[in-house]
């Protein structure tokens, strides 16, 4: 797998296959390596060898959800490092993020600015 150079290694789960690409070509131009998925499942069978540093994770995914994909990654000690975004059409305050687990959160849609902040924000992390 390629490596992410100066850049992060950027996981980015939606099931809409145009907002991730949109989002991967971003990144990417900013000098970060990102793979998408678009399932928890597919994440998972990407995860391996990635070893992303951030990822993104919509929270309403077919199968399982970004909930119970963020659970299985946490679980992981080669993920530890990880920081995790959550993607929701709901406003922050309805959904519960922090409580959930996770690390930052985006509503969707997600303003190509905020997205750029919020993956650099990770890199001091």
Do not use: N
């Amino acid at each position: 797998m390629q490596e992410a150079g100066d850049g992060l290694r950027v996981l980015i789960v939606d099931d809409h296959a145009d907002t991730a690409i949109v989002h991967q070509m971003l990144l990417e131009a900013e000098g970060h390596f990102v793979v998408t998925a678009g399932s928890a499942e597919d994440a998972l069978d990407k995860v391996d060898e990635l070893k992303p540093d951030v990822a993104v994770l919509d929270l309403r995914l077919p199968g399982l959800s970004g909930t119970e994909l963020l659970q299985l990654l946490k679980k992981r000690p080669d993920l530890a490092r990880c920081r995790y975004i959550c993607v929701s059409g709901s406003d922050g305050r309805d959904v519960q993020w922090q409580q959930l687990g996770f690390d930052a959160f985006l509503q969707k849609p997600i303003a190509i600015d905020e997205l750029r902040a919020m993956v650099r924000l990770d890199r001091q992390l």
